[in-house]
């Protein structure tokens, strides 16, 4: 059987250890070992890892659209606008 490290499932998928450390911690992963202070996973590990990582990100990219749409959102022009544009508005001609 295929013991891994945090540090050997954060090398196989290209994150950051304390990354893994907390997928982890947020997915109530339990190591199958230990040796010494080290957690040891099984395979199966790196799947959930990956697949809890990807889903954080999808969820923040998400997060970071929508913000943005709300803060840049387009608004009708208000009179006042309008008035100050030298725009003519209703009943006034150019």
Request: net charge positive; proline share 5%.
């Amino acid at each position: 059987m295929v013991f891994l490290t945090t540090g050997q499932i954060a090398k196989e998928i290209g994150e950051d250890r304390d990354r893994v450390s907390y997928a982890i911690r947020k997915t109530a992963l339990k190591p199958i070992g230990r040796a010494g202070m080290v957690r040891l996973f099984g395979p199966d590990a790196v799947e959930r890892v990956r697949q809890f990582l990807n889903a954080k990100r999808s969820h923040r990219i998400k997060a970071s659209i929508l913000r943005h749409s709300q803060r840049y959102a387009l608004r009708p022009p208000r009179i006042d606008d309008l008035r100050q544009s030298g725009h003519p508005g209703r009943g006034e001609t150019g």
